[in-house]
């Protein structure tokens, strides 16, 4: 089975501490995503990245980073949090072949106070 | 820009009943639709792969077609439970081949009432 995992469940981070989210997949998948999950806007695409060190902007990349320097691991980067990146995170990852399906990770809730 | 909408946003309906839920796309080319499966709180589920080139899939009591020309794709379930309760998503691969990206729905939030 695949298996996409992301580090941490549940976090509390502090406005304008430098927060790391790491997604790990374990099938050698070329293409990962990070999404962010708000109620009444859905899923939008923060950042995606093709291949390893290859790194494309989504629909809302401002005040995040990413780091793909490995291709099972890709990291999202809040470089100073704030209270207005509450929300679920969460990662995917597919192979590059376009007949191929995505699978995600269990998510991450964030809390910026 | 591709947008994809789903329709309706919420449903409850009693137990058994045959459901569809509705999603539609404005652009044409994509290569892919997938539904996935969201419970409070967690993460997505894949439920169904539609290639660009095919009509429908099928998994158990669930059925997903796909009308690329029209923009359309609908997700059948059959005999409903009270376990099929949760988020409804489709999404759209989108993009070049090498760099295509999922872009969703906002959501059918189902509930399956005993």
């Known amino acids: 089975d695949v298996k996409v995992t992301q580090s941490s469940r549940y976090l509390v981070k502090r406005t304008g501490e430098k927060v790391f989210l790491e997604c790990v997949q374990d099938?050698?998948?070329?293409?990962m995503f990070w999404y962010r999950q708000d109620p009444g806007l859905g899923l939008r695409l923060i950042y995606f990245s093709y291949d390893v060190k290859m790194k494309e902007k989504g629909d809302i990349p401002e005040g995040y980073s990413v780091s793909r320097e490995k291709k099972e691991r890709f990291s999202l980067i809040l470089e100073s949090a704030s209270t207005n990146q509450t929300s679920m995170y969460l990662c995917?990852?597919?192979?590059?072949?376009?007949?191929?399906?995505?699978?995600f990770g269990q998510g991450t809730r964030l809390t910026v106070v | 820009k591709q947008e994809v909408t789903q329709i309706p946003a919420a449903l409850s309906v009693p137990e058994g009943e045959n459901l569809v839920l509705n999603c539609s796309f404005t652009?044409?080319?994509?290569?892919?639709l997938q539904w996935f499966r969201q419970d409070p709180g967690k993460g997505l589920t894949s439920l169904l792969l539609?290639?660009?080139?095919?009509r429908e899939q099928t998994s158990g009591r669930l059925n997903a077609s796909l009308d690329k020309s029209s923009g359309r794709s609908t997700l059948y379930i059959a005999a409903s439970q009270p376990g099929d309760s949760a988020t409804y998503l489709c999404?759209?691969?989108?993009?070049?081949?090498?760099?295509?990206?999922?872009?969703f729905g906002q959501g059918t939030t189902l509930q399956v009432k005993p």
């Open positions: 652009d044409s080319a994509i290569y892919n």
């Open positions: 539609i290639q660009s080139s095919q």
């Open positions: 995917a990852s597919k192979w590059s072949r376009v007949w191929t399906e995505a699978f």
């Open positions: 099938m050698d998948h070329e293409n």
């Open positions: 999404a759209v691969l989108h993009g070049s081949s090498n760099t295509g990206k999922l872009i």
